[in-house]
């Protein structure tokens, strides 16, 4: 679909809320629905692919009001959705968890069904606390399960990336760098184990406010080296310049009133990259931020969400742990208000061991990356806050 066409969808995917989501609820694509009250909720945007926008749908009167979560989206999908066509736009709505491609997404949203899984699996007989901790319409979902006082994680993905992921926890196993899968008991669905210890933002969050123990940038680095060479031998992902070239148009589809702001920058940093100094090719996480990373004590020990583990270089990983960082304390002051003293410091100890023009190059592109979906007063900071890593001069 051409750009300017995906475009006038996602306008009208926002503008036109109500129609799509009475859709989908009755499966008549003119219905209306008296009462019926819809806010969006996410905008999914996948440039030059397809937009998708889940909406949080309100209907009934009184005590009986009820909610609902509908999505909607460009993508060409079939099964459980009603399709919406017209001239000039068309669209596939479903009601959640019925999601078109995530085919055992409603068994694995189902708390009783998940106990089943985990009484069979020997892991857990009673019943289960069920929990949405992730979900990309159409790619994955992630739960969180509770039960006799164990944790595990409930993960649903398409079929090829199923058993793409599990080639590469085949591959980290040894190492230890990631909690185990302990059941697969649908297509598309495994079953982890819990991380040890907090997640880094968490941990981040309780030095920032209560001076908990400084977590150790030296530790992260230790971690990234525990990955296995075997890393080195999947296929690549898309390279840097090509991620760059997808997040300027997606940050001028968020921010169409800075469109020049972001094309300027971006061949900053197009010709940044010309000049950049990767170093080898080494085993790289892929997805290497605080959310996905786990720490006791301060120092890190295992990750999370490895799908994206292949080959690639050191000053990536670094960097996309850096530009999540750069955009926390805009998120919630109150839990990173010492956050950027703390990036230097990061980033120095970083610089120590990558290409330093480099690491602020690609720091700046991924928070380029991180604009689509923010919604425009966080977009626009996180434009600013690209600007200033843009800078080689700090």
């Known amino acids: 679909m051409p750009r300017l066409d995906l475009e006038a969808h996602r306008r009208h995917l926002l503008e036109h809320g109500a129609e799509l989501v009475g859709a989908a609820l009755t499966g008549a694509p003119d219905a209306a629905i008296p009462g019926l009250a819809v806010r969006v909720d996410a905008v999914h945007y996948r440039p030059g692919r397809d937009v998708t926008v889940g909406y949080v749908a309100e209907l009934g009167d009184g005590d009986t009001r009820q909610e609902e979560y509908v999505l909607a989206t460009t993508a060409d999908v079939s099964g459980g959705v009603v399709t919406l066509d017209s001239e000039e736009f068309s669209f596939r709505v479903w009601q959640h968890p019925h999601d078109p491609v995530l085919r055992s997404a409603p068994v694995a949203f189902d708390p009783g069904a998940v106990a089943g899984w985990l009484g069979t699996a020997g892991l857990a007989s009673g019943e289960v606390a069920l929990t949405a901790v992730a979900y990309r319409p159409m790619r994955r979902a992630v739960l969180r399960a509770e039960a006799d006082g164990g944790r595990w994680f409930v993960k649903v993905q398409r079929p ?33 184990a819990a991380a040890p210890g907090v997640s880094l933002a968490v941990a981040l969050a309780g030095w920032s406010m209560r001076g908990d123990v400084e977590p150790d940038a030296r530790s992260l680095l230790g971690l990234l080296r525990r990955l296995p060479g075997g890393v080195r031998g999947l296929p690549p992902r898309r390279d840097h310049r090509a991620r760059l070239r997808l997040a300027v ?31 080898e090719v080494g085993a790289t996480h892929g997805d290497f931020y ?12 295992q990750v999370i969400d490895i799908e994206s583990v292949g080959p690639g270089y050191l000053v990536d990983d670094l960097a996309t742990l850096l530009a999540h960082l750069v955009v926390l304390p805009d998120l919630s002051r109150a839990h990173y208000a010492q956050l950027p003293g703390l990036i230097d410091r990061w980033h120095d100890v970083f610089a120590g061991v990558v290409d330093g023009p480099t690491l602020r190059a690609r720091t700046a592109g991924l928070i380029l990356g991180l604009l689509s979906g923010a919604g425009e007063e966080q977009a626009s900071l996180r434009l600013d806050r690209a600007l200033e890593w843009a800078d080689p001069r700090g």
């Open 249 to 279: 148009e997606a940050a001028s589809v968020e921010l169409p009133g800075r469109a020049d702001d972001i094309a300027a920058l971006g061949e900053r940093l197009v010709e940044a990259d010309a000049h950049a100094v990767t170093g």
């Open 290 to 301: 605080e959310a996905n990373i786990f720490t006791v004590d301060g120092r890190a020990v």
């Open 160 to 192: 090829k990336r199923h058993l793409e992921y599990l080639e590469r926890m085949a591959l980290l196993a040894p190492a230890g760098i990631t909690p185990p899968v302990v059941a697969m008991p649908a297509d598309g669905v495994s079953i982890t």
